[in-house]
């Protein structure tokens, strides 16, 4: 097991600043996923960490070693290609024997890692089948097969699951994660996919333009995003400008004040972000206490297990509210021009920079 | 509106093209089988005499023999230079790399007796420099047909890279192979098609070609086609024909074989 530590990474191409000073640790056994929109500087960021792309400066250290420079094949790492990238003219059990024989390993007990490897991914039936004989699923297991049996430092996975289809892209999911936590070997894997990042990883660095927006856990990237960026990212859709007012008072620009967890956040311009799932509605007018909103419903758009409102209040602010969906001959769903009041957790609602 | 008229007028102007392709090389390939002593129109009877006359020539002999050892030699300088070079080509940009490519393909844009006649000069000034006999030697000969070769197998070599996948060579480094082997284990078998008809067009080109060749072959060195013309000089009899009709068939099967690996209408 070894960490991964990028220092002040930067890749440029001619003007162009690809990658601009991304510094992170990746602690040994950790999995974690580097998260943005395409062009983020993500990929590249893991290209570099497999010798694909040279860095223009800082520099990466593998369990202590400086890695900055070292060609690719000299580096230990397993690589996962977004489309699997198997050898065409090989059959699947040459595909995994092949980093064993870089190694110099004996022909007995390259037989028996590819064996065991091909065990572990259930595709051992398949040895001597060639890659476009398999499915989509089954090609991306024997790549993991062939990139995890030469014990690696380091596994990087470059959108290992965007050409899978849905049912495959959560088995591979687990398969991955699986795999990953029982041979506890230090992983990147670069996804486009929030969902896939939130539920495959023990970290998450989302990147924007080249730098590292945010760097946490899945539930403090999911429930504190620290910019307007990583919150709509996300999936907060109720993002509320305003400023604030004190500690713990904020002034939406549609005139409302609504509290806030106390925090020491400075500047005007400020934005509320607020997910859909965590605003309560009410039908009954306020019952006092608690901070509430009224509002009326101008849409309800039903999506199966869930109900979005499309939601006004009095001031003109426009919200979406999202509430589970009543079993059938369950309790009525609330309907367009319905008058109700909203409120949310204090915690629910988190203040981030415009 | 139907189609018929357009389409037939295409099939008709197919044929015909077809024709005129095709029927020059039923006629030689007809008439070297005429026992007529002086090649003259109709047959008086058929023979195959002309095909043990054509062997019994040393020239002819001779010059198949050249032109094939030419033409195997030119082919793999070709791929020695042509592989490597178009790996550069298409993997790797560097400074002045469209004018390189350009550079390479241009042996196919000069006019073959212009490059012949260059070459020649070319030459006699470096005999004039190093003292060292080349206009006249199989080396000048080879350097000439290499450079024929080349244009084709840069052309079909590209190609061939264009289409292949480049991670599947970062699959093989990150699992620990180096450049040689990732060329010689990945690279290379998924551009094997292409490699071979890269061989096979580049012995084809050589083996036809007469105007490069012309000024550059020496006494006891003369490849099979300036043969045929030095002979055309002087006789009208269907030994010629019965030689073409060899050619036409060695050539013929090598371009069939040729178009199974690479579409050669793909390429162009």
């Not at chain 1, 070997?185 to 080249?210: C, K, N, P, W, Y």
């Not at chain 2, 026992?35 to 058929?46: D, E, V």
Request: with cysteine; charged share 20%.
């Amino acid at each position: 097991m070894s960490d991964v530590v990028l220092q002040s990474i930067v890749k440029r191409y001619g003007a162009t600043l690809a990658v601009d000073n991304v510094s992170m640790t990746i602690r040994p056994g950790e999995l974690v996923a580097l998260l943005g929109p395409s062009g983020c500087g993500k990929t590249t960021t893991l290209r570099m960490v497999g010798g694909f792309v040279g860095v223009s400066e800082g520099r990466i250290r593998v369990g202590g070693r400086d890695i900055t420079h070292l060609p690719p094949h000299k580096r230990n790492m397993g690589f996962g290609f977004q489309n699997y990238a198997l050898f065409p003219h090989m059959s699947v059990a040459a595909n995994v024997a092949f980093g064993l024989e870089m190694r110099r390993l004996g022909k007995a007990e390259i037989q028996q890692k590819v064996n065991a490897a091909l065990d572990r991914v259930r595709l051992r039936s398949y040895a001597e089948r060639l890659p476009k004989q398999l499915s989509g699923g089954q090609q991306q297991r024997v790549a993991l097969a062939r990139a995890l049996v030469i014990e690696p430092d380091v596994l990087l996975l470059d959108e290992p699951l965007s050409n899978l289809d849905a049912n495959l892209r959560q088995e591979m999911k687990d398969e991955i994660r699986s795999l990953q936590r029982n041979l506890g070997i230090t992983t990147i894997f670069v996804t486009h996919d929030q969902d896939e990042a939130l539920s495959v990883s023990d970290r998450i660095v989302v990147m924007r333009q080249g730098r590292v927006e945010q760097d946490g856990t899945p539930s403090e990237v999911f429930d504190t995003p620290r910019s307007r960026f990583v919150a709509e990212f996300m999936g907060v859709s109720n993002l509320l400008p305003g400023r604030l007012e004190g500690r713990d008072r904020f002034r939406l620009h549609s005139g409302e004040a609504v509290s806030v967890a106390a925090n020491d956040n400075q500047g005007d311009q400020m934005v509320l972000a607020l997910r859909p799932e965590r605003i309560e509605i009410r039908e009954a007018p306020a019952s006092g206490g608690t901070e509430t909103l009224e509002a009326r419903i101008e849409q309800a758009v039903y999506r199966g297990l869930i109900i979005d409102y499309h939601i006004k209040t009095k001031s003109g602010l426009a919200l979406t509210a999202r509430r589970p969906a009543p079993a059938a001959g369950g309790s009525q769903a609330l309907d367009a021009g319905q008058m109700v009041s909203l409120s949310w957790q204090p915690g629910a609602a988190v203040l981030v920079a415009e | 509106m139907s189609n018929a008229a357009p389409n037939s007028i295409y099939a008709g102007v197919t044929t015909l093209v077809v024709g005129f392709i095709v029927l020059p090389l039923v006629v030689i390939a007809w008439s070297s089988f005429f026992a007529n002593p002086i090649l003259t129109f109709p047959p008086t009877g058929y023979t195959l005499d002309w095909y043990r006359r054509a062997w019994d020539m040393d020239v002819f002999r001779e010059g198949f023999i050249v032109s094939l050892e030419t033409a195997a030699i030119a082919t793999c300088f070709s791929l020695l230079l042509g592989v490597p070079a178009s790996l550069a080509l298409v993997r790797y940009p560097f400074f002045g790399r469209d004018a390189i490519q350009t550079l390479l393909l241009s042996p196919m844009i000069v006019p073959g007796i212009v490059g012949g006649s260059a070459l020649f000069i070319a030459f006699i000034e470096m005999e004039a420099i190093t003292d060292m006999q080349i206009a006249g030697t199989l080396g000048g000969l080879l350097i000439a047909h290499s450079l024929i070769a080349l244009p084709w197998t840069v052309r079909l070599v590209t190609a061939s890279l264009a289409g292949t996948n480049r991670s599947i060579e970062e699959a093989a480094a990150s699992l620990g192979a180096s450049p040689f082997t990732v060329f010689r284990r990945i690279t290379l078998p998924s551009i094997r098609s292409g490699v071979i008809a890269a061989a096979l067009f580049s012995f084809v080109i050589s083996f036809i070609d007469l105007e490069k060749s012309l000024f550059l072959v020496g006494p006891g060195r003369t490849t099979l086609q300036i043969a045929l013309v030095n002979y055309l000089e002087w006789n009208l009899d269907s030994t010629v024909a019965a030689v073409a009709t060899v050619q036409i068939v060695i050539i013929g099967t090598l371009l069939i074989i040729t178009d199974r690996y690479a579409k050669l209408s793909r390429v162009f």
